[in-house]
Structures are given as C-alpha cells and as structure tokens.
C-alpha cells in the first residue's frame, strides 16, 4: 500500500474543505463516571433510532456524531482524540492508518467472525465473480507484522466489516423514462444533454470522482486505461471535460450529505443524480418515483468499515468492541436492511426480518405486500423488484469500489477546482 504524505493530506483537504463551506464539529468531551462511547460518522448509518435500541441493549451512554464523508474523514484523520468509534467507507482507510487515527481491531474479539461473508474477507460474494477495480475491502482488511495492511490473514484487522451496497445514480421516472437494469441504464445518462441543468454528483472526491469517469468512459469521451487507479493525464482529462460541462450550466451542483440529495430531487432542482439507497428509500416514501439504477457498466461499490480510535483504552475500549459486536449481532442488520443496505453476516439478521422483506431486500423477488424503510414510510409498493435483482446478482456486477488512488493527493485539488466552477 503506498504511504500518503499525512501533512500534505491534512493541508490540501483542509483548503478542499475551506472551498466547500464545509464544517465539522468535534463533540465536548465531559468527565463522567458512566461508560460514553462517541461514534463519529455519516447521516446514513448513525440514526437516532439506533442509537437508542444501542445504548439500551449495551448499557452504556452513545453519543453520534454524523456529518458528510468529507468533513468526518478530515476530522477522523487529524483529530482522533474526539471520537472512539469511526464508521465510513472502506475508502477511509488509507487515509486514517497513514495518519495513525485508528489502531488494530483483534478479530479474536469479534463475536461473529467467522460468520462474514466472503465478499470482504475474500473480494467475491461468490466464486468467478468479478472483484470491482480499485480498493477492494479485503486488499486492506489485516494489519501485517510490519504495520502495513493487506489481504494476508493475521489475528489484527484494521476495520470491522459490515454494512455495504453497490451504488449507482437515481433518477425520477416522471421526467426520464425507466430503463432496463443491466442492458439500457447506463451511468452516461448523467452526462446527457437532455438534463442539461438538472444534475448533481456527490460531493466527495473518492466517490464522485467514479461516478464523473463511469459517465465519461460510457459516454465514449475517453478511456481509463485503469479506472481505480487513475494517473495524473487522465485526471487531468476527465476533469477538462467535466469543466466543460460545468462551462455551459449542465450541473444543478453537488451535495454532501444524504438529506440534501433528497431535497435536491424532492424540490424538482434535479431529475437524475448521484444517489446512495437510504435518499433513494426516503423518496420513494415521499411518493417521488426515484428509480435507483443498475448501470450496465456495472455498480460503484462501498464497504462500511467500523474503525477503533488509536486513542481508545480501557473501559472506553471495551465499550467500543461490545458496539462493534451489537452491530452483528442481528437486530441492527435487520433495521438497516429496510433502506437497501446489506451486512457482513446477513443470515444472523435475517430470523429479525419478515419473509417477504428477506425476499425484496435480498433475495430480488417482488415484494408479496407494501414494505416500510426505515423512516416508517412505505417505500415499496407489492409487486415492485429491486432494481438490480438480488444481494448477489448486485455484487457480481461491481465496476470499482471506493478507492483512494495513488493519486489522490492530485484529484483533491482537481476536484476543488470543479466545485469552485459550479
């Protein structure tokens, strides 16, 4: 794994962050006697639903701290002393373990381990299917005797392993006739004239950046000679293009965190977008009929990783495992299925799940009755198909994961110069 420069890390995103507007807030730390585990992390996972049925099953107080990818994985990487617990993307993880933020997870502490599937100790869901370009979760799983990270199994892993999707783009089918899954959605949709105005990325430069080269390549406007591992020429090409593009108005802009692509799409600002499956599932219970797509290209695909604070000791740290263990332990995998995400271990959650939710969610086969996500709003109505079939038919299809490339020093600032010409 190549070393990234830590201060030039630390100097360059926070210029990004600068540009963007963009604000993190590190919790008060208050001396108590009770055992307070702080959990650091996106809007998508850190509900308050959650937190609640956690800090009643585990006895202990919780406190989340939710924010965009951006913002928490500077505040992760520069400041580890505010949190105890992180959860992203597996993308993180270069980042964090070159600048020390988190320490080694021993996987003999993990109640479940040896339930996990293979997608993330092994890079497939299943035998012969393609592993995805590009960081893969278990080409940085565990932490060698040298320190470094890699696939070869030790006792010490550098995350937990467990919520995950693949990702794509949504679109609202009122204004953009439905495609077919695997042969007519294509990722090049998002540089389509027609909707000119009417579109938006994520903003985060490890993710957005693969959704921008996705629509590029199937819009034949280039080629990737390895698109996980973009060099300087190319960067410096696809975002000449993108440039381009922002030139003549064709991006409504860019959002940051998961309310705010629901608010993009829901005030009719944009019709197609980057999207992760919890807005998608908050739309769709709105009554807006957002298609989330399965790209004949293939997916752009996220691990969740649940990294341990290099600062945490004692009681603390405890308090971190017995969270890391509640979060396989069924109830919560069950939960957080009901906004299309999957966990490491799914048959333990599955006995939390009705059939026919089982069936939609993971299996592929059309719902028997209206489902509910996790807002309580129905967000699947009988008879309907997840778009993109089953857990494995998805993850057989993966394009490229989240990935911090060798040059991503380089694409930070790239990528600040496109937001800054929005």
């Not at 019709?271 to 998608?280: A, E, K, R």
């Not at 807002?375 to 494995?392: A, K």
């Amino acid at each position: 794994m190549k070393r990234l420069n830590r201060r030039k890390f630390i100097k360059d995103s926070t210029i990004a962050l600068g540009a963007l507007g963009l604000q993190f807030y590190a919790p008060t730390v208050i001396a108590r006697t009770r055992t307070k585990l702080r959990v650091l992390g996106t809007h998508v996972t850190l509900q308050e639903e959650i937190r609640q049925k956690a800090q009643k099953d585990l006895g202990i107080e919780i406190e989340f701290f939710p924010g965009g990818s951006a913002s928490v994985l500077h505040q992760a990487a520069t400041r580890p002393e505010t949190f105890d617990i992180y959860e992203q993307w597996s993308n993180s993880i270069k980042v964090l373990w070159e600048a020390s933020a988190i320490q080694p997870i021993d996987k003999g502490r993990i109640n479940f381990w040896d339930e996990i599937n293979d997608l993330c100790k092994k890079g497939s869901i299943v035998p012969g299917a393609p592993e995805g370009l590009g960081d893969a979760p278990y080409k940085m799983l565990y932490v060698q005797d040298d320190l470094s990270l890699d696939s070869n199994e030790t006792n010490n892993i550098s995350f937990l392993p467990y919520v995950h999707n693949t990702d794509s783009f949504g679109y609202n089918s009122s204004f953009i006739p439905k495609g077919v899954p695997y042969e007519t959605e294509s990722w090049g949709w998002l540089l389509d004239k027609k909707y000119r105005g009417k579109v938006a990325l994520v903003n985060a430069p490890t993710i957005g950046i693969f959704d921008a080269a996705l629509a590029v390549e199937a819009q034949g406007l280039m080629k990737f000679e390895n698109m996980g591992n973009m060099t300087r020429d190319e960067i410096d090409e696809l975002f000449g293009i993108l440039l381009e593009y922002s030139a003549v108005g064709h991006f409504r802009g860019v959002w940051s965190s998961v309310p705010k692509s629901v608010e993009l799409m829901a005030n009719g600002e944009v019709v197609i977008q980057s999207m992760f499956s919890p807005g998608v599932s908050a739309l769709k219970g709105m009554g807006i009929p957002c298609v989330y797509a399965a790209p004949k290209e293939g997916y752009r695909a996220w691990h969740g990783v649940m990294c341990l604070s290099s600062k945490a000791t004692g009681n603390t740290k405890d308090a971190a495992y017995d969270f890391m263990n509640w979060w396989l332990s069924g109830w919560v995998g069950a939960f957080i299925a009901r906004q299309g995400y999957y966990i490491s271990n799914p048959q333990r959650s599955k006995s939390f799940m009705k059939n026919e939710e089982w069936d939609y969610w993971y299996e592929g086969k059309p719902a028997v009755c209206s489902l509910k996500g996790t807002d309580g709003r129905i967000s699947v109505q009988p008879g309907e198909v997840r778009n993109g079939g089953s857990y494995i038919k998805r993850f057989s299809n993966i394009a490229v994961w989240n990935t911090v490339m060798d040059t991503y020093e380089y694409s930070l600032i790239k990528w600040n110069e496109f937001l800054l010409s929005l």
